[in-house]
Structures are given as C-alpha cells and as structure tokens.
C-alpha cells in the first residue's frame, strides 16, 4: 500500500466560491453603508468593489448595483429623537 501526498495544487479555490466569497464581503461593505452613511464606510466599499472587480470577481450585475448606490448621494434618513 503507497501512502497518498496531498498536492497543494488540488486545494485551491473554484472560481465560483471565490465570486461568492467576493459577493459575500461587498455585501457586507453595501450593507455597512446602507448604514452607516459615513465618509470611511463609502470608501471601503469603493476600494472593494473595485478589488473585485479588476481580480474579476465582481460579476457585471453585482457591479452595476455597486455604481448605482454609489451614485446617490449619502444622506441618512434615520432621525433621532432623545
């Protein structure tokens, strides 16, 4: 019986689960600034999104969605009443 190496070449990651890991963390930058509306939380997401999108990552769709919240203007709409 021959024992059986591992090759580090088998363990890398699909292209579909890197998009997903992708789509996963934008999400999470999208919904930070749905949130927060801050100068800081529009960058991440800017540098991102843009990441992703020159590694190829960032489907056109998910990309479009991006320029189109970034286009508006950040106003928080949340009032707080004390």
């Given at each position: 019986m021959q024992a059986?190496?591992?090759?580090s070449s088998g363990t890398k990651a699909t292209t579909p689960a890197r998009q997903l890991v992708a789509t996963a963390i934008i999400g999470a930058a999208v919904i930070?600034?749905?949130v927060r509306k801050t100068p800081e939380s529009r960058t991440r997401l800017e540098s991102l999104s843009?990441?992703?999108s020159t590694l190829g990552e960032l489907s056109e769709t998910d990309a479009a969605v991006v320029a189109k919240l970034l286009a508006k203007p950040a106003t928080?709409?949340?009032s707080?009443?004390?």
């Open positions: 059986q190496t591992q090759s930070g600034y749905l843009q990441m992703a928080r709409g949340v707080r009443h004390v």
